[in-house]
Structures are given as C-alpha cells and as structure tokens.
C-alpha cells in the first residue's frame, strides 16, 4: 500500500485565459499569467492511495463519493498512468476536500487538479512537466501546480505537448505583494467559465481582436513588469485584462455576464481611491464570477482598509468578516474618505475578504495524521 498527501492552492490570473482552440485536450487560445496564491488559506487537500486489495479506482470530494468516470479526471489519471516510472497498476483511491467554501465561486477546480495531479505524480514517480497533466484535468490548474509568478503558454502544438506552464519568478521575488479577495454576496446561479468561454469564442468578434492585436503585446509588458516589480504597469494591465475579459464576454451572444452590481460597485471604487491617492496603488482582477480579487503591495493595506471599511462596512463581526493573514492596523483617515468619490455601500455587500499573499506551490504532507484516506480502505472524511 502507499498514501501521498498535498496541498495545491488556487491561482488567480492577471492575464486571463479565456477560449480553448481544442476542447477536448484543453488548449487554450492565448498565453495567460498568474500567483499561485498562498496554501495557508486557499488549498484543496488530496490523498491518493493504491493497495493490491482496492477493486476498483474511487474518489470522494469534500465528503461525498463522486463519479470516477468523469472524463477530465479520467484524462488525467489515463495520462498519469502512460508516465509512470514505476510499474504499479494498482487501483487507486483519492480523497479530496477543499479549506474553503465551494460556494464562494472561488476557483477550487484549479486548486483541486493541481493538487490531485502533484500527488498522482509522487505516487507513480513521475519526474519531468506534469503540468500538461493537470491542464488536462481544468485549464487553469497547470498554473497551480508551482508557486509565485506563473505563465502557461499556448504552445502550438496540436497534441498539446507544448501547452505547459512555467514559473515566471518565485513568491520570494516579489515578497511585498498581497491579495485581497472581495467576496461578494450572491444568489445568481452563474455560467460556468467552460460554458461561458465556449460561447465568447464562438460568437464575440471582439474577442478575434483581443486574440490577435491585444495580448501578445499585454503579455511581454506584464512579464517585465513582474520582473521589474514595476507595480503601476502590473496593475493598469491586470485592471484592463479583466475588463477586457469581462468585455468579450459581454460581446457573446447571448451575452455572458459574471459581474454583479457590487462589482461593479468596486470597480469604481478602486478607481476613485487610486485617482484620490494620486497612483495606481490597487488592481482589481474579477474571474467568471462577481467576486473581486485585489492586489496590492503590502505598504498599502493599512490606509485601503481604512477606506474599504468605509465605503463597503462590514455585516458581520470583523473575526469572521476578515479571513486569512492578521492586518496591520488599519489606517482611518476623514481626509482620504472625503477625497474618494464614490458613494457608501449598505454593510453587508461584501460577505467577507480574505487577506493572503503570494505562495510557493503545493506542499506533500508527511504526516500520516495528515491523510484523508485510512487503511480500512474508507475516507476518513
Ligand atoms: C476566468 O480553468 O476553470 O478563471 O479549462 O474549462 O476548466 P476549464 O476552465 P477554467 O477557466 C478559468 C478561467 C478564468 C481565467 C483564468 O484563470 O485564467
């Protein structure tokens, strides 16, 4: 028998990928770039067993059996298999759950395939890229499957051999910069990022424009700039990525739309603190979804908290409300309040933020105390 443990964070992309040229495979049609978010806060968990006695291969997440035959998770576990150093055709199980809500709309199937795909591949020994692998299971995941600044590129090959991810610099590069996810309270049952990409692909003419004449320029300037620690230019091109996203989107037909009231509540208020400081001191970035993710250097929490307080109070006590890193004191300035020029939200429009930072990938766990499966074959979970 043999168990391995990990943890894989969720990533969040300042060049979007949105549009695959092959269903199926998953190749996408521009090159995108993320953070690898810290594991303290966001993770999935897995823990992968084989045993000469399991009959058949099984997965539970966050508690419940699921379907194994899913055909992403197949693809993943066929190619993982064809990889193996070693000759173990034992079935497998796997056990995964999430330290986050499901529901919060946060990318947890990123997190969930790098992190499935990491521990398959210490299982079967597998030492060169598996980031094709986990791209195979979602898009996004090959982003998670390392730390700190990540690109995945394209590749054009139509096997997709080339459509690998690679770490632009590590987390220590750029040890100053923090990330602030703005959890919007929301009932609208959204379009999934799969869906919602097939359509815009399809059907927006603007997104040939995106393709073409916007991102391979986008991409070089925001690979400098993380290079450079060049924050303006980070965060005007991560701003306009996701506008630009969000654009294409709008542009299909029917239209896709992710962003709520709230979102666009904050779009304007990012705006209107930048513009009231005088510098491009916050970047907004939103997924398929109406959440906000912000980034922001570390030096500047202290003072937008102060004013996010403000403008968007809080519903519920700040023990629950605030999730993740401890804050510094928060800076409360009248002065800076009456500058920004936006108006005050009702409490309660955000249902909580989670303050994190820039992670080093995922993390194999040693201790036995740490696997979600027993060797009584059941998950412990
Ligand atoms: C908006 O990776 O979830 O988060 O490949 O179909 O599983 P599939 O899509 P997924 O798409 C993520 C889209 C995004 C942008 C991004 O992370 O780059």
Redesign the pocket.
């Given at each position: 028998m043999c168990t391995v443990t990990c943890i894989a964070s969720i990533?969040i992309?300042v060049i979007?990928?949105?549009g695959?040229r092959d269903e199926v495979l998953?190749l996408p049609v521009n090159d995108?770039i993320?953070a690898t978010l810290d594991t303290d806060h966001l993770h999935a968990k897995t823990t992968v067993m084989t045993s000469s006695t399991f009959k058949e291969d099984r997965i539970w997440l966050n508690g419940k059996e699921e379907e194994i035959k899913n055909p992403r998770l197949q693809n993943c576990l066929t190619q993982i298999r064809k990889r193996a150093r070693n000759s173990n055709q034992w079935k497998v199980h796997i056990c995964s759950e999430n330290n986050f809500p499901t529901a919060a709309g946060l990318?947890s199937?990123?997190a969930g395939y790098a992190c499935l795909v990491v521990a398959l591949a210490k299982l079967y020994q597998i030492e060169d890229d598996i980031t094709s692998i986990a791209r195979s299971g979602?898009?996004?995941?090959c982003r998670s499957v390392m730390g700190g600044f990540v690109k995945w590129c394209m590749g054009s090959e139509s096997n997709g051999a080339d459509s690998i991810a690679k770490q632009i610099v590590p987390a220590s590069h750029w040890p100053e910069m923090r990330i602030l996810i703005l959890v919007v309270n929301d009932t609208k049952k959204k379009i999934s990022?799969?869906i919602g990409?097939k359509r815009t692909i399809e059907t927006s003419d603007l997104m040939q424009h995106r393709i073409k004449h916007v991102l391979p320029n986008r991409i070089k300037i925001i690979e400098q700039a993380i290079i450079e620690k060049d924050f303006k230019t980070f965060a005007e091109h991560t701003i306009k990525d996701s506008n630009q996203?969000h654009a294409v989107c709008l542009d299909a037909y029917p239209p896709v739309v992710y962003m709520n009231d709230v979102s666009h509540t904050i779009i304007n208020f990012v705006h209107a603190y930048n513009e009231a400081v005088n510098e491009v001191k916050v970047a907004y970035t939103f997924?398929?979804g109406p959440n906000a993710t912000l980034y922001l250097l570390e030096e500047s929490v202290p003072e937008f908290m102060g004013v996010l307080d403000h403008f968007f109070p809080p519903g519920i006590n700040l023990e629950q409300y605030r999730k993740g890193l401890t804050f510094k004191e928060v800076i409360n300035s009248q002065e800076l309040f009456n500058k920004i020029n936006t108006t005050r939200q009702a409490p309660g429009s955000l249902k909580y933020i989670i303050y994190t930072k820039v992670g080093n990938g995922p993390k194999y766990l040693e201790d036995p105390n740490d696997h979600l499966l027993n060797k009584e074959e059941n998950h412990i979970i």
């Open positions: 990533n992309a979007k990928y949105w695959k998953i995108s993320s990318a199937s990123a979602s898009g996004s995941a990022s799969s990409m996203m997924d398929a």
